[in-house]
């Protein structure tokens, strides 16, 4: 098996990417408040998190203001009302899904931008819209990444031509993204070969982006490291989309360079994770996101199971697998 | 790496030992009631499941009956009156801790007992007095294991001669048991390697017990199968001492012999477990956990927070850390 560096060792290469607010921002709709955003910027800095997500930049024509948090939506000023002139170490990224942005009207030049890094989150069969918004925010200045979700539906060839196109790309970045958290770490491994040797093949830094479905987000997100995988999505206490995502706290306690703290991070917990869910904000691991997972479902069945409070485990079990079977 | 079977097949070599009511009875002072026993064994019957522990079998000399359930102690008589004749093809195990027990007059001929298998729990320093108990009960007739506690605390040459020990003995299985949920799977793949080669040599089955400090129970569970590990310990929703145990919802999902049946998993959650949970048992992953796994520590500080109801993270993880360092 491949294998770069020890457990005793680190690699200068891995970056921690955080996605609280914007992975987050599936669950409670975006509705953070200032206070929390401004703590958790603090809490990364402190941390030694290399990147800080805070939203989506979707499209206001396509998704009525009134009905979302601002951060689906997270303009520049938006985020210097955060984060100042940002004069910390920590950069900054934004999430557009393809479809979803105006990315010709709302992303402007870098240099007039908080922002340094512009992800872009496409399904396999969109990769060429994808690629137009990673060329156009390349050219304005941006880091770049391309965010292959779900790609435990993906077939072996499909993705072999789309690591070509993309490697063939101006991009920086690209990832590997297990959004129905189905993948076990055997699969998870054989995938970051494969991207690797894209990355190396065209000089692409890999990441990987995890889900818990079978608490394994964290297993995945090591594992990948293990075999050279750079960049690591995480989010505190797994806030993310149904059983959320690898925990940042599980990963700083992992990762070895000595710029990473996972104090602050305890301290973001005990304040403001604690409230927010005292507050009634539900995610994390549980059965019907194993379900889901373990059917390589996307989890919007198990998220609605949960919001109706259903407990009906076996019921939901059949339902899942007739639906997707037969 | 070492490699047995693919995602796709079944091993028939692998067993599922659920330990629900013996780890689980570290959680509610094994006061589990007699409904809750019965309907997890024919949860286990329906569910294709090897083995069912029913608890320890802990010397009433040495612990006071009255403060403990009866599965602390589970005499033949106990298990008797849950199993039968215990006609299905499910088999029994107890558990005998090194120097709690007392064997000698506990423990009856195999074929006066509905037991099957005595497993023997042990630190590295008593294998001796471990491998006692191994003789006297393998001549009574039954299957016997060593499983090796807090792995994660021994030196590589103590375990080399350990195992060295353990192989030349007549016990049937050695188990690797990650009592302080802190090994990553790297390491777990390097333990499943060490103990498989003395497995190979000795002709013995290797199992694993794993502990969810770092939501890394079923990632190392099967990750050391993959390598060829046999025996894999479960629990219902991870009911086990602090951060429990690997799920056995999650486990069966994995298995592809069509033996095993997830169904009746999700009902025993459905009426059994979340009863529990609302009679206020408590456990599972939860930070303090990951903070003494983290330091590879004995859960029993993190315990004692969590019974506090405390949440101040980051000053416990100071006084863990400044416990062991200095």
Redesign the interface.
Known sequence: ?LKKGE?VSFRPDIKVVDCTIRDGGLVNNFEFTDEFVRELYKTNIKAGVDYMEFGYRADKDLFDESKFGKWKFCTDDDIRSIVGDNEAGLKISVMADVGRTNFKRDICPKNESPVDMIRVATYIHTIPSALEIVEYCNKLGYETTVNIMAVSKSNDNDLSDALEIIGQSCVDSIYIVDSYGSL????MRRLAAKYLECGEKYNKIIGIHAH?N???????T??AL?MGVSYLDSTVSSLGRGAGNC?T??LL??LKNPKYH??PV??F??HEI?KLKEEGVVWG?D?PY??TG?LNQHPRDAIRFMADKR????AF??YLYDKDSF
């Open positions: 098996m457990l076990y770490p055997e699969q818990n079978q608490q394994l987000a964290f297993a995945n090591i594992e293990t925990p706290e599980l306690g992992f996972i104090t305890l301290k917990i005990e604690i691991y059965i194993l379900l373990r407990t009906d485990y076996a079990y059949q």
